[in-house]
């Protein structure tokens, strides 16, 4: 099975500040990599395909990049209703797995 | 968007079975693979089943294979989910979620359904 490692695990920062999630997988997925958003008690909402492809409706302030093995994504200029989780997630092979999340609060 | 409602579970004894159930107006069901992910209470997201848009191919979590089934009827729009000889490690909200794109496979997951739990407790 491919692992996917995401760090940090959480991080704390400041409306208007710019952060960046790092997803690493365990071999090449080539750019099979999706990224998510969830807030407590709703499921995930899929912000980003196929490593930088931003879904229909997602602010432009997000945005993600990589392939092979290493993949970033970043929020620029933070906004109160970002304040989620965030999940990557790889597509190159199934059983489809799940980094452990990145929990974003409010510093 | 494809809206997604689901059905089912609740409580259940080790051992024990139960079925999901995810439903939808929306026509082109048909078209899409569908997948099932599950979260333990304050923990991360588990990929489990994924049915493709004809039922055909099938496939699961090493940690749900052998007792976990998932199945579709496109007649109806609906997609189901029997779990059996549940453990309490299986306790999670399960998510019922469309393929990213129409006819693809494994590839990603686009609208969710609300969720369900599923608590596995004597």
């Known amino acids: 099975d491919i692992q996917v490692t995401q760090s940090p695990s959480s991080l704390s920062a400041s409306v208007g500040d710019s952060v960046t999630i790092t997803c690493r997988a365990s071999q090449s997925i080539s750019r099979y990599l999706n990224w998510y958003q969830q807030k407590p008690g709703i499921a995930p909402k899929l912000l980003i395909y196929a490593a930088s492809s931003l879904q229909s409706g997602v602010p432009p302030r997000f945005s993600a990049s990589g392939s092979g093995t290493e993949f970033t994504l970043t929020i620029s200029s933070l906004q109160p209703e970002d304040f989620a989780t965030y999940y990557c997630?790889?597509?190159?092979?199934?059983?489809?797995?799940f980094g452990g999340g990145t929990k974003v609060e409010i510093k | 968007q494809m809206r997604l409602v689901q059905s089912g579970g609740g409580v259940v004894q080790p051992g024990g079975s139960l079925t999901l159930s995810c439903a939808t107006s929306?026509?082109?069901?048909?078209?899409?693979?569908m997948h099932w992910v599950r979260q333990a209470p304050g923990k991360g997201l588990e990929w489990v089943a994924f049915?493709?848009?004809?039922?055909?191919?099938?496939f699961y979590a090493d940690s749900v294979k052998g007792r976990f089934s998932v199945s579709r009827d496109n007649s109806k729009n609906t997609l189901d989910l029997q779990l059996n000889s549940l453990r309490p490690e299986d306790t999670a909200v399960y998510f019922c979620?469309?393929?990213?794109?129409?006819?693809?496979?494994?590839?990603?997951?686009?609208?969710w359904g609300q969720g369900t739990l599923v608590t596995v407790t004597s």
């Open positions: 929306d026509i082109t069901f048909r078209t899409y693979g």
């Open positions: 049915i493709r848009y004809d039922g055909e191919n099938k």
């Open positions: 979620a469309r393929e990213v794109e129409r006819w693809l496979q494994l590839r990603g997951l686009g609208d």
């Open positions: 997630q790889q597509s190159s092979s199934a059983p489809l797995t």
